[in-house]
């Protein structure tokens, strides 16, 4: 598919230069008609459970196709936080090994999980770079920082890590379904994703992915019914996991929000990765040189689908630009351009040219 036939699938893209998507990814045609039969199917049939597992089951197969991975390596959970948290409790630090190095530049939510580990004995190091040593048991990578779009490597994170004997996790929230991923390529052990943004679905559904030869050696505290070997054996005296990475689940998935994934991952499977990520790529540079040139402080240090200027109040900022027809994503001390397939060149120019008018 092409990038303009991509574009006319989001309605939002005929009235504003949407560039959030790193906040919320916009509504297509085929998301907002997957919620529709969502609704009316639970109006019409009530408990349709066969219908929803299946949508919920198609939109796992859909991401693991994505990132190149089998499909009993993905799990289905509710949010990155609760996949990170399923890793987590899934190790013991204990030993010699219970470092966890993470990047300062981590997203909180998944930060926040490395933290809540040091009551089983964790010792969690945030720095810039982490590195692994001979104590570490896991490092966390992210495949572009929500903070100002720098981008890390994560096959020689996964090199590096792998040679101290740590396990590798990449939060890639911010980068599939705008870069080309290859779990097998990166040679992670653990990758999470969530719907909400680039995956051009919503809130509630999330993916794990775990390298097929922890599965079996791993288990994660909590679990819930659909962790089980089958979850529809209603059986309270055995805890029968799953021997893949469904064993990473929890219990009931939020599945209008599963209807959704399946649609907005449909609608990316119709195009090329390869052609996303340089369409996009293209567009961040374009987008970047133009801010520059008009004065704006362009934090971002790497190309890719985030492009960050600072800005002295990036929430007024947004809103005066929201005003302009330009959507925005505020955080910190940036305010977020992000770019999808669906941008065009239009869009970058009305975008800088709003950006310079608040400057």
């Known amino acids: 598919m092409s990038p303009e036939a991509f574009r006319v699938r989001f309605p939002i893209c005929a009235t504003s230069a949407y560039l959030a998507a790193c906040s919320q990814g916009p509504a297509s045609d085929a998301t907002l008609a997957a919620g529709e039969a969502f609704l009316r199917g639970w ?183 659909f962790a089980q070997r089958n979850p529809f054996a209603f059986d309270p005296f055995a805890l029968d996991l799953a021997p893949d990475a469904r064993r990473f689940q929890s219990g009931t998935p939020a599945v209008m929000a599963g209807y959704v994934a399946r649609a907005g991952l449909r609608v990316l499977m119709e195009t090329d990765p390869t052609a996303v990520g340089a369409h996009v790529g293209a567009l961040a540079d374009e987008l970047s040189e133009r801010l520059r040139r008009a004065g704006a402080r362009v934090v971002s240090p790497d190309r890719g689908p985030l492009v960050c200027v600072e800005v002295d109040d990036p929430e007024h900022a947004a809103a005066r630009l929201h005003d302009a027809g330009v959507i925005v994503a505020p955080r910190g001390r940036v305010i977020r351009l992000s770019l999808h397939y669906y941008n065009n060149r239009e869009d970058v120019a009305r975008a800088a040219e709003a950006v310079a008018t608040l400057l």
């Open 43 to 225: 109006r019409d049939e009530g408990a349709a459970w066969t219908d929803w597992v299946e949508a919920v089951e198609e939109a796992r197969a859909l991401f693991a196709r994505l990132i190149h991975a089998k499909l009993d390596e993905v799990a289905v959970v509710s949010c990155a936080s609760a996949g990170a948290q399923a890793v987590a409790s899934s190790l013991e630090y204990a030993g010699q090994r219970r470092v966890i190095a993470a990047s300062d530049l981590e997203f909180p939510s998944v930060a926040h999980v490395w933290l809540g580990q040091r009551a089983r004995g964790a010792e969690v190091r945030l720095t810039r770079t982490p590195v692994a040593d001979e104590t570490t048991a896991l490092v966390s990578a992210y495949a572009v920082s929500y903070a100002d779009g720098s981008r890390c490597d994560l096959a020689a994170a996964a090199r590096q890590a792998h040679a101290a004997g740590a396990l590798l996790f990449v939060d890639a929230y911010q980068g599939a379904g705008v870069l080309p991923i290859d779990v097998k390529a990166i040679d992670c052990d653990f990758l999470v994703a969530g719907a909400l943004k680039y995956l051009l679905g919503t809130a509630g559904i999330a993916f794990l992915y775990v390298r097929r030869e922890l599965c079996a050696r791993l288990v994660p505290a909590g679990g819930g019914w």
